[in-house]
T-cell receptor, first 112, second 114 residues
Framework: GEDVEQSLFLSVREGDSSVINCTYT??????LYWYKQEPGAGLQLLTY?????DMKQDQRLTVLLNKKDKHLSLRIADTQTGDSAIYFC????????????FGTGTQLKVEL | GAVVSQHPSWVICKSGTSVKIECRSL??????MFWYRQFPKQSLMLMAT?????????EQGVEKDKFLINHASLTLSTLTVTSAHPEDSSFYIC??????????FGPGTRLTVT
């Protein structure tokens, strides 16, 4: 089955850039997503990228996709304390019925 | 953006009782809703896909008789945890897919079984 992996924890200083990485195994992935989850809350869609793209920028967020290596990253510029949360990458695959497969989640801690 | 609500946001119940969780799409119709389970500090695991007017499709390993799903209208799906046990304690999150195919997540329901 599909497997989506992320590093568990990332700590950055306020104002620095954060880069959260994700690797996946399903070569038929069509869309890849980044979600943010704050404590005790549901998921907020931050951005997504179609598998035939290699980069997408949306304000402070930059998504890079290396389809050959099956590697996805999310860069947050000028990280703020409000960005502290758990970030999940997720993918949907062709023939998967739009089912999302989530990564293990990366806890981002922003320190002053 | 579209809004999905869940009710209740948290519930404590005694072992052996049943608990119903509601998931509503507030400003769009959702023919498909999804139910996820999340353990502390872990990822979301898809439990089942709920289709309006038909039976839910359960993921492997999820007991359909224990986790009853009903999707009676285009804006409401319910998950009933029957004969709950402490190991069913978890954070349950639903999502609803809009006609354009985008999924919106509810805020989650924290279930604690004592």
């Amino acid at each position: 089955g599909e497997d989506v992996e992320q590093s568990l924890f990332l700590s950055v200083r306020e104002g620095d850039s954060s880069v959260i990485n994700c690797t996946y195994t399903d070569s038929s992935s069509t869309y890849l997503y980044w979600y943010k989850q704050e404590p005790g809350a549901g998921l907020q869609l931050l951005t997504y990228i179609f598998s035939n793209m290699d980069m997408k920028q949306d304000q402070r967020l930059t998504v890079l996709l290396n389809k050959k290596d099956k590697h996805l990253s999310l860069r947050i510029a000028d990280t703020q304390t409000g960005d502290s949360a758990i970030y999940f990458c997720a993918e949907t695959a062709t023939g998967g019925g739009n089912k999302l497969t989530f990564g293990t989640g990366t806890q981002l801690k922003v320190e002053l | 953006g579209a809004v999905v609500s869940q009710h209740p946001s948290w519930v404590i119940c005694k072992s052996g009782t049943s608990v119903k969780i509601e998931c509503r799409s507030l400003d769009f119709q959702a023919t498909t809703m999804f139910w996820y389970r999340q353990f502390p500090k872990q990822s979301l695991m898809l439990m089942a896909t709920s289709n309006e007017g038909s039976k839910a499709t359960y993921e492997q390993g999820v007991e359909k008789d224990k986790f009853l799903i009903n999707h009676a209208s285009l804006t409401l799906s319910t998950l009933t945890v029957t004969s709950a046990h402490p190991e069913d304690s978890s954070f349950y999150i639903c999502s609803a897919r809009d006609p354009q195919g985008e999924q919106y997540f509810g805020p989650g329901t924290r279930l604690t079984v004592t």
